[in-house]
C-alpha cells in the first residue's frame, strides 16, 4: 500500500496555479486522448465527458455502490508512466477519494492491482507512478487501467473525480537536430508523411 498525502501539491512536480498549461508536466505526453473512456456509473451530466474536459470546475460523480470505476482502455498495448488525477477536498468534503486502486491488464478479466493509494484530504493534482517493481523501469506497458475508488472521506457513498490525465514518456523520434527551412520551396518539405 502506497500512501500520498496530498495538500496543495503534486507528489513529483509543483502545480502552483490550477489552470496552468501542460508544460508543468515537463516532456511527458498526455495520451488520455487515445484510449476509450467507460465509468461503472455515473450521474446524468456527469460523466466522462467531464473528467475529460480540461477544466477542475466539472467533474464525474458516480451513482451506484462502491467500488465505483474508471476505465481506460488503449488501442494497442501502451507504455505509461503515471496517472494523475485531481481531487479537491474542500470542495466535495465526502465525494473526496480516500483509497484508490489502480489495476493494469488486457482486458477487464486479467486486471492486477498495481498500488493502492490512500489520499487525506487531497487538493490538487496528485501523481500515482505505474513503475513495474519487478525491475527498475518506470514505465508500465498495458492495454487497460481501471482506477477504483474503494472508500471516500467522511464514509461518503458517490464520489467525485475532477480529471484524470495519463502520462507516457516523450517520443524518442524527434526533429529537434534538422534546421528549420525558410523558403518557400523547403516548406513544402517541412514534414515527413
Not at 501542460?22 to 466522462?48: H, M, N, P, Y
Not at 486479467?110 to 487531497?122: C, G, M
Not at 472508500?151 to 524518442?172: C, F, M, S, W, Y
Request: negative net charge; glycine residues 6%.
Amino acid at each position: 500500500t502506497r500512501t500520498i498525502l496530498s495538500g496543495k501539491r503534486m507528489i513529483s512536480h509543483d502545480v502552483e496555479d490550477e489552470n496552468e498549461d501542460d508544460s508543468s508536466w515537463g516532456k511527458l505526453r498526455e495520451i488520455g486522448d487515445q484510449a476509450v473512456w467507460s465509468v461503472s456509473t455515473c450521474k446524468i451530466g456527469f460523466g466522462v465527458e467531464q473528467l475529460r474536459d480540461g477544466s477542475v470546475d466539472s467533474y464525474w460523480q458516480s451513482d451506484g455502490t462502491q467500488p465505483h470505476r474508471v476505465n481506460i482502455q488503449f488501442p494497442r498495448r501502451t507504455a505509461v508512466q503515471n496517472v494523475c488525477i485531481y481531487t479537491d477536498f474542500r470542495v466535495d468534503e465526502s465525494y473526496t477519494p480516500n483509497k484508490i486502486s489502480v489495476r493494469v491488464g488486457s482486458h477487464f478479466h486479467d486486471l492486477e492491482e498495481v498500488t493502492v493509494v490512500t489520499l487525506s484530504e487531497p487538493e490538487g493534482w496528485t501523481v500515482i507512478p505505474l513503475a513495474n517493481e519487478q525491475n527498475s523501469s518506470s514505465l508500465c506497458y498495458t492495454f487497460m487501467i481501471q482506477l477504483a475508488v474503494l472508500v471516500n472521506h467522511q464514509n461518503g457513498r458517490d464520489t467525485h473525480l475532477r480529471q484524470i490525465k495519463v502520462h507516457a514518456p516523450p517520443n524518442e523520434l524527434t526533429l529537434e537536430g534538422f534546421p528549420s527551412f525558410t523558403s518557400k520551396e523547403f516548406k513544402m518539405f517541412n514534414s515527413v508523411r
